[in-house]
C-alpha cells in the first residue's frame, strides 16, 4: 500500500487521534498505538449507546484496526526508555493529550525533534497548542456549542441543535491524516521533519466555510427557519418536509416548475428571483402542498421532472440501501472476544478498491513482546520490564 514503510506512533485516545491515526494504517502505515497498562485507555472502557460485544467497546473497535498495541507505564524510567527507542525510528507520532502534558513527561516536540529531526510530530489538541482556551477540554458538543454549529442548526422554535454524531471530531480526524501526510511529502524534498498542529477549533469552523465565509464579507444570514429550510443561507426550498406519511428533503429548485409539479397556486404566487427575499414564505408553501400525498408518490414526481430531492431514512433503510452496499461501505471482521464485528469501511477507493483490513483491531498489549523484539529486547529484559511494571 501507499504508506508501506511509513512507522506511526499513536499516543491517542478518544476518537480523533486514533480515526486519524486509523486512515493512516489502512494506507499501510505501521501503526503502533501505546497503551497504558491495565485498563488500557478511555475507549477501550466506553462505548456509545453502551455497545459492547462480549465485554468488548466497539468504540474502541470501530478506530483500531490494523494497528499494534504495545503497553507502556510513560511514568517510569524503563517505559519511557522504550518509548525513546521506538522514536529513534518512527517516521510519525500522532498525540492527542492535552497541551503539555507530554512535555511535562519529556516527550514535547523540541526534545522529541532533538532525538529524530526527520519526524513528523502531529499535536491534536481542542483549542490549538496555546492560547487563552488551550487548557479547556476539547469535547465535540463543546465544540459545536461554542463556534457556531449549534447556533445555526435546528428549527427557529428549537434550542441551538448540534449535529447527531461526532462531525468536528471526525473531521479533525480527516485533518490529521491530511496534516501527516503534507509534512510526509515535504520531508520528502527537504529531509527533515516538522510539527503538524490540528484542533477541533479548527475543524469546527472548517466545517462553516460556507456559511462563515459569507459573513465575513457580509452576507446577510437569515435566522434559522420555522418551515423546514436546512440553513440560515440557501434560497428556498432548501429543507426537508412533511409528506402525508413521513419525510422529505428538497432542494434547490425553480419555483415555477414545483408550482406545476404540485399543483401549489400559492407557490405560482412567487418568482425564483424571491427564493431568497421571501424564503420563508416558500418554504410554508411547499410545506402544505407536499402534506398531500406520500413520500414514494412525491418521490416519483418530483424526480419525473428533474427536481432535486430524497427521502429521509433511518439506520435500518440505509444499511439496507442499495448503493450504500454497491458501494461496500461496510466490512466485517472476527475478533477473538468480540466475534463477528460489522465497521464502517476505509472512505476511498484506490484503482477500485478498498485498501484491505490487514489487522482486527489489537487486544490490550498484545503485540508488546513483538514490538520489543524488533527494538532489540531479548526475552529476558521483556520479562524484566513486565516484572518491573513498565509494560
Known amino acids: 500500500m501507499f504508506l508501506t514503510g511509513v512507522h506511526v506512533l499513536s499516543l491517542t485516545h478518544f476518537l480523533q487521534g486514533p480515526s486519524g491515526v486509523q486512515f493512516l494504517a489502512d494506507l499501510g502505515a505501521d501503526v503502533v498505538k501505546i497503551e497504558p497498562p491495565g485498563r488500557g485507555p478511555y475507549e477501550r472502557s466506553w462505548s456509545g449507546a453502551e455497545t459492547f460485544l462480549n465485554g468488548e467497546s466497539v468504540f474502541f473497535l470501530l478506530a483500531h484496526r490494523n494497528q499494534r498495541s504495545v503497553t507502556l507505564n510513560l511514568k517510569s524510567d524503563q517505559g519511557k526508555e522504550v518509548l525513546w527507542r521506538l522514536i529513534q525510528t518512527a517516521d510519525v507520532l500522532v498525540e492527542n493529550y492535552r497541551p503539555g502534558v507530554l512535555d511535562r513527561l519529556g516527550f514535547g516536540y523540541e526534545a522529541v525533534s532533538r532525538t529524530n529531526p526527520r519526524i513528523i510530530y502531529c499535536a491534536c489538541s481542542g483549542y490549538g497548542p496555546d492560547g487563552p482556551y488551550h487548557n479547556r477540554p476539547g469535547q465535540d458538543l463543546l465544540l459545536q456549542a461554542e463556534f457556531g454549529l449549534a447556533a445555526i442548526t435546528g428549527g427557529a422554535d428549537a434550542p441551538p441543535t448540534p449535529a447527531g454524531t461526532a462531525i468536528v471530531d471526525q473531521h479533525g480526524a480527516a485533518l490529521v491524516a491530511v496534516g501527516v501526510l503534507a509534512a510526509l511529502r515535504g520531508r520528502d524534498r527537504t529531509g527533515k521533519g516538522c510539527r503538524v498542529d490540528v484542533s477541533l477549533l479548527a475543524a469546527a469552523l472548517d466545517l462553516q466555510i460556507e456559511p462563515l465565509t459569507y459573513y465575513l464579507n457580509g452576507g446577510r444570514l437569515e435566522p434559522r427557519s420555522r418551515s423546514g429550510l436546512g440553513t440560515t443561507f440557501h434560497q428556498a426550498p432548501y429543507g426537508i418536509y412533511p409528506t402525508s406519511d413521513g419525510w422529505i428533503a428538497v432542494s434547490l429548485s425553480p419555483i415555477e416548475r414545483l408550482a406545476e409539479v404540485t399543483g401549489s397556486t400559492a407557490l405560482a404566487g412567487f418568482r425564483d428571483e424571491e427564493r431568497y427575499t421571501r424564503r420563508e414564505e416558500i418554504s410554508a408553501a411547499l410545506t402544505q402542498a407536499l402534506r398531500a400525498r406520500t413520500t414514494r408518490d412525491w418521490l416519483e414526481a418530483l424526480r419525473a421532472a428533474d ?85
Open 307 to 391: 427536481l432535486w430531492c430524497a427521502p429521509v431514512k433511518t439506520y435500518a433503510e440505509v444499511v439496507e440501501d442499495p448503493q450504500v452496499q454497491w458501494n461496500r461501505a461496510f466490512a466485517e471482521i472476527d475478533h477473538p472476544r468480540a466475534g463477528r464485528v460489522r465497521l464502517l469501511a476505509h472512505p476511498i477507493r484506490y484503482d477500485g478498491q478498498p485498501p484491505p483490513i490487514v489487522k482486527r483491531p489489537p487486544l490490550l498489549g498484545e503485540d508488546t513482546d513483538d514490538v520489543l523484539r524488533e527494538l532489540g529486547y531479548g526475552a529476558a529484559d521483556i520479562e524484566r520490564l513486565r516484572r518491573d511494571g513498565a509494560i
